[in-house]
């Protein structure tokens, strides 16, 4: 059984939070558009002195929000999510926790650890966690400590991508876990939407097509190779951030690399502080994330007219598989 809050959706997808990528006005256009919005707290970065951003987000997206669910009652906004990187070099964890806490973030999506007292500030202000696991063992151990529900990242995803097949991944977690589960990697369809729930997922959680969104921020070039790209052009490496990821081959060869030869870099190199302060720029800002759906996203669109499509493919797909 889905909880209320994921159970209203106009389709079932989550879009997932993307460093750099999410930020208030993609956020804001999912949600309008009807599917769960998102963002990583890490993206809502102040400078020293200045009035904290997370803050102001989350009051802008609330507001927002509210104000369109006033206007059009009738096509209420989705609930929004925010992401925390529980890694141990991410130092704000303790006060962004406190702030979405304060807020009421009515989903909490986990990444890099699972930590029971995220999971019980969560429930503390009425909202649910979901971790995001690469495999069955991470995906126990998150339940043991409260999560809520799973995201099952499987080969293919953009970001820090698992390896393993979503066939195996999703069986392996449905033999014990009847809870909300959501299934991650080159999701790119309304028919592979479908195709998410068909094997066992609840909802598809869909990231890489919406950094070609106008409300994206990410710069017009990475939009662009996101529509000129497909599966071939995405390599995996471990050398940007000290974990196994995906990255569009033309922006590795844009920074002066060869894409078919890149060292592998251990996870003792992972720091998000570091990352949150801007101090290491090739991984994110230079070297493009991307999952390998992307040849399904042709061209720049606002983030409501890729909405529309998943929503009009998913619709077909369901009929058409239910005629046959
Ligand atoms: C550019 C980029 C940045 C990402 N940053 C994050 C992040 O900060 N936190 C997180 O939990 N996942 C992050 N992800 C992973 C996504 O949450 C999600 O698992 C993935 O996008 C799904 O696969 P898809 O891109 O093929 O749809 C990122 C993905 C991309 C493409």
Known sequence: MLPPILAQLRIPVVASPMFIVSGPELVIAQCKAGIVGSF????????????????????????????HNQADPDHPAAPFAVNQIVHRSNARLERDIEICHRH?????????GARPEVNAAAH?????????????????????????????????AGGHAGAQSPFALIQEIREWFD???????????????????????DLAYVGSPFIATTEANAPPAYKRMITESGAEDIVTSSLF?????????????????????????????MDFDKAARGGKPKAWSQIWGSGQGIGAVKAVTPAAELVDRLAREYAAARSSLCAG
């Open 40 to 67: 990583p707290a890490l993206n809502a970065r102040e400078n020293p002195g200045e009035p904290v951003l997370l803050d102001a987000w989350l009051t802008r997206i609330a507001e927002e929000l509210d104000r």
């Open 104 to 112: 009421k973030v009515p989903i909490w999506i986990t990444s890099l």
């Open 124 to 156: 503390d202000c009425g909202g649910i966690a979901l971790h995001d696991v690469i495999n069955d063992t991470f995906a126990r151990k998150a339940i043991d400590k409260g999560a809520d529900g799973l995201i099952a990242v499987a080969a293919g």
């Open 179 to 201: 809870g909300p589960l959501l299934l991650s990697g080159a999701i790119a369809t309304g028919r592979a939407v479908l195709a998410a729930q068909a094997i066992g997922a």
């Open 241 to 269: 951030t000290g974990v196994s990821g995906n990255y569009l081959a033309p922006s590795i060869r844009a920074a002066g690399l060869d894409p078919a030869n890149l060292d592998g870099a251990d996870a003792t190199t």
